[in-house]
């Protein structure tokens, strides 16, 4: 089988800073999301889709907060599984969709992912990802759980963000794509289980980056490309100062010295950029960094972030 691409949405593919949150905005973006890949899908290239879920899985969190009164809150782990099947539902439709308009055939499938992570990964010493709403200072006293933020800005959860062991589902998402299924997987960063001494496995109350979720997927499914999709249309050292400068292209030990200065912020493009070398030194040979509708542009080197192992003429 040819060595399949991976395709890492943002977690804004389905909601976006400004959107209402309805299912009619979540379909919207689907629609865009899938129209953004549909020209790979046509160049009949296997192909595995992930995504974020960051809006999504905290609006669920928030509303099983709001009716603990009524209905018994879930845990962490179980919302991001909820995500998962409501965002694969909506790309899985959109894509079909799509390719149906394009006189394409395809089949989709959503995978529910389950990814190990170690128990004692020092993450869970040190909670740092933010999830859910914001919480006024007086609320914030009542919560058992940690959180961050300040008086002025309001306060938020935070949790653990351990680093992706081993894909549960490797082998169904191998399967599918030996006969031809695009699969939908690794939702959100998949869902964070740890297994005990007796060998069974237990959700945790963590958040796996999804970037170096759909790294690992890529390295497990020995993948050649891994295309990167963000709401930033590329790389930039110094982003947001007036010094800000855009990178076209980096190769892996460009990347790890700007990583290793700090130019690249641990909760935005750093795990994108960690992402990108975890792949390329385990074979891959190229990742691009760009915005959903800069992807045709990208892939002929007009637009977004090329990352190679070596300097780009040799690669």
């Known amino acids: 089988m040819t060595a399949p691409t991976v395709i890492a949405l943002g977690g804004n593919a389905l909601l976006r800073q400004g959107d209402a949150g ?35 899985v905290g609006n669920i969190f928030l509303r099983h907060e709001h009716s603990a009164r009524l209905i018994p809150p879930m845990p962490l782990d179980v919302c991001g599984a909820e995500s998962q099947g409501n965002i694969g539902y909506l790309l899985s439709v959109a894509l079909e969709n799509a390719a149906a308009q394009a006189g394409i055939t395809l089949a989709t499938a959503t995978i529910l992912t389950r990814i190990l992570v170690a128990p004692d990964d020092p993450a869970f010493e040190h909670p740092t990802k933010p999830i859910g709403g914001v919480f006024t200072a007086e609320e914030a006293r009542r919560l058992p759980y940690p959180l961050t933020g300040d008086a002025a800005r309001g306060y938020r959860r935070v949790v653990a963000s351990p680093r992706p062991r081993h894909i549960i589902e490797i082998g ?5 794509l030996a006969h031809g299924v695009l699969p939908i997987a690794v939702g959100g960063g998949g869902v964070p289980l740890a297994q005990r001494a007796d060998g069974s496995l237990v959700g945790i109350e963590a958040v796996i980056d999804k970037d170096l979720a759909s790294s ?4 497990e499914l020995k993948a050649d490309v891994l295309l990167i999709l963000t709401d930033i249309d590329r790389v930039y050292l110094d982003f947001q100062k007036p010094t800000q400068r855009p990178l ?12 290793a200065r700090g130019e690249f912020l641990p909760g935005s493009m750093g795990p994108k950029i960690e992402a990108a070398i975890e792949f390329l030194k385990a074979g891959g040979t190229r990742v691009v960094i760009c915005m959903p509708e800069q992807l045709d542009a990208a892939l002929r080197n007009e637009a977004g972030t090329r990352i190679t192992p070596a300097a780009p003429s040799d690669a």
Not at 216 to 219: D, E, S, T
Not at 248 to 259: F, I, S
């Open 22 to 56: 309805t299912v009619v905005d979540q379909r919207r973006r689907a629609a865009e999301a899938a129209a953004a890949v549909l020209s790979l899908v046509a160049r009949k290239t296997p192909l595995v889709l992930t995504h974020g879920n960051g809006p999504v």
């Open 172 to 176: 169904a998402i191998r399967s599918l």
């Open 216 to 219: 690992l997927l890529a390295r």
């Open 248 to 259: 076209a292209r980096l190769t892996v030990g460009d990347a790890e010295r700007h990583l």
